[in-house]
């Protein structure tokens, strides 16, 4: 980490004093014009997915690409024809009958961080079985999460005798959004929980493992019984599609609060570095290169703690899931005392007209 923050603050420096480009007639406004424009889409370019890994070359303007493989399935024939436009070759979408599989850049993060994390636990795990403590800053840091997350967000959220049966799948969650939330703070590397389409598939999973939580803790009549809130039946109409809806702004939240958090960050150190070539005078790296780092600090910051929030609102809607089975019960238990109690006033009342 400490060779990354190195190289991260020569790159700084390097792309601070780099001689501003100027337009082709010399023209002030224009030069600014055309240099706040490129900067804009440097930034967009560089947090956006691509087909291709580019190894930028330090204090230069070259940079090395690496096209990714490209795997076209038409599902008819040539649909995956490629169409020419203002940007350039285009692949056509899936509703005109083409599966584009091919691998892009936050695939390979996604992969890369699979990867660093099974080779992080299988190399700081403790394998010693016959001795409870580990040893080693690793092993016990990995260890200190570990607990963590089984004690104060499976259990705490869900409760002692759910809690452990979903606690592999948080841990699972809380891992992985970190390592990926960090390997977007290394050079040449990006962070695939800026693209909204990943935070939507870890979303979808913790909106699948709700229901099924909910279905198991109450079964089917008991879940579909909760859509209705417990209101009067001639209120069905408006609370079950207010019901059914809210099913769908716990994933919305949790897909746009990682994606927006982790994207920001990344736009803000840009832009902060863009302002020397927005400004065209290197003077400005002063202030713009301290104000990068200590964003960049920040983020370092933000990485643990999006994974610990998506982690915590994981296991809290769970909970909520796994809740539904309780009320039901609890809701049986009243109408059944209820019920007691008033058999016991009719014999009473029976008795003393008697």
């Not at 960049?296 to 796994?322: H, K, P, R």
Request: proline content about 4%.
């Amino acid at each position: 980490m400490r060779k990354a923050m190195i190289l991260l603050v020569g790159l700084m420096a390097g792309a601070a004093f780099a001689a501003p480009v100027q337009d082709e007639h010399g023209s002030a406004g224009a030069g600014e014009h055309k240099e706040s424009e490129s900067v804009a889409d440097y930034i967009l370019h560089h947090v956006s997915d691509s087909r291709e890994l580019e190894i930028e070359v330090p204090l230069s303007h070259n940079h090395i690409p690496i096209h990714l493989p490209e795997i076209l399935l038409p599902l008819k024939a040539g649909a995956c024809q490629k169409q020419m436009t203002d940007h350039g070759e285009a692949v056509p979408s899936l509703g005109a009958g083409c599966l584009d599989l091919s691998l892009t850049k936050h695939t390979v993060m996604m992969w890369l961080a699979a990867v660093l994390l099974i080779g992080s636990i299988l190399a700081w795990s403790n394998r010693d079985k016959t001795k409870l403590v580990p040893r080693g800053t690793a092993a016990n840091l990995f260890e200190m999460l570990v607990l963590f997350v089984r004690d104060e967000l499976a259990i705490k959220n869900i409760g002692k005798e759910e809690g452990p049966r979903y606690t592999s799948y948080l841990l699972t969650a809380f891992f992985f959004i970190l390592f990926m939330n960090l390997l977007g703070l290394f050079p040449w590397m990006a962070t695939a929980t800026g693209n909204i389409a990943v935070t939507l598939g870890l979303a979808l999973c913790t909106f699948v493992l709700t229901q099924v939580a909910g279905i198991r803790a109450a079964g089917f009549g008991g879940y579909l019984a909760h859509l209705t809130g417990g209101v009067a039946p001639w209120l069905w109409p408006i609370m079950i599609p207010v019901e059914f809806l809210g099913l769908f702004t716990k994933p919305f939240a949790l897909t746009i609060r990682l994606f927006a958090n982790m994207l920001a960050g990344h736009i803000v150190i840009f832009f902060l570095l863009g302002l020397i070539f927005m400004l065209g005078h290197p003077a400005v790296a002063l202030v713009s290169v301290p104000f990068a780092m200590g964003i960049y600090l920040l983020e370092l910051f933000v990485a643990f703690v999006q994974a610990y929030v998506f982690t915590m609102l994981s296991a809290l809607f769970i909970g909520m899931g796994v809740a539904m089975g309780h009320h039901g019960h609890e809701h049986a238990e009243g109408h059944g005392h209820e019920e007691t109690g008033h058999s016991h006033d009719h014999g009473k009342a029976h008795m003393l007209g008697s």
